[in-house]
Structures are given as structure tokens and as C-alpha cells.
């Protein structure tokens, strides 16, 4: 048996199982989305993309999942930066182009009459607290 096949083995099977949960909430995109971000960042910090022979990341998100490479790379954006309530409140193409201010990309400025400002509208979408570097 080669060096580390067990190891090899067991991060397919952990692939295998996110994936799955993936499918599953893709099912309720809507609802799933922000989900779907975790486990994707999952697989990415975890590297179990290799274990499938994929060189990168993006590669497997191109012939592995159906969102898309970008959706599903926004996707991770979105639970990096946003608390999982408020995101899941906004929905995802709201938070979709409020990355896209965040990283400076045009965006096209909503009406006058678009923008909230009556009693009970929402407030602006609030940030993860920044995270100390310890190091």
C-alpha cells in the first residue's frame, strides 16, 4: 500500500461528504447560500481538492461544482465578511454587489426612490468585526 493512502483516502471521503452538502443546499440556494460559502472555504483551507488530483482549487470549483467558479468564489467572499443572520436576511445578489463596493468595482448606483430610508427600513449591512493577527 503507497505512503499515505489512507490519508489520501479519508480526504476523499471528506470530499466526497461536502460535496454532498453542497448539493444538498444548492437544493435551497436562497436559504443555502452562505452555507455553501462555509464548506467551500472548508475544502479550500483543507487543500481536499487534491486528493482528486485537481492542481488547484479554482479547477475543482470549475469541474466540480455547479455554481461557477465566480459565483462560488463570491460565495466564500460572502462568509468571509458577513455574519451569517444579516446575510442570509439581504439575500445573496444583494450581497453580491455590496463585495463588489466593497472591492471597488462598479456598481450601478440605485434610483433615489430606491433607496431605504422610511421607518422600517433596513440599515446598512453590518461587517464582521475585523480579526486580530497573531503572530
Known amino acids: 500500500m503507497p505512503t499515505g ?3 489520501i483516502k479519508a480526504k476523499i ?3 466526497h461528504n461536502q460535496t454532498q ?7 435551497r440556494l436562497d436559504k443555502g447560500f452562505f452555507d455553501i460559502g462555509v464548506v467551500l472555504a472548508e475544502i479550500q483551507q ?8 485537481y492542481g488547484s482549487f479554482e479547477a475543482f470549483l470549475e469541474r466540480e461544482i455547479d455554481l461557477g467558479k465566480q459565483t462560488s468564489l463570491r460565495l466564500i467572499k460572502v462568509a468571509h465578511v458577513f455574519q451569517r443572520e444579516v446575510a442570509l436576511d439581504y439575500g445573496m445578489d444583494r450581497l453580491f454587489v455590496a463585495l463588489a463596493a466593497l472591492e ?11 433607496i431605504p430610508s422610511a421607518p422600517g427600513s433596513k440599515p446598512p449591512l453590518p461587517l464582521k468585526p475585523p480579526m486580530r493577527i497573531v503572530g
Open 5 to 7: 493512502a489512507e490519508e
Open 13 to 15: 471521503a471528506e470530499l
Open 21 to 27: 452538502k453542497i448539493r444538498t443546499l444548492r437544493k
Open 46 to 53: 483543507q487543500e481536499l481538492y487534491q486528493a482528486k488530483g
Open 104 to 114: 471597488g468595482d462598479a456598481v450601478p448606483k440605485p434610483a433615489p426612490s430606491a
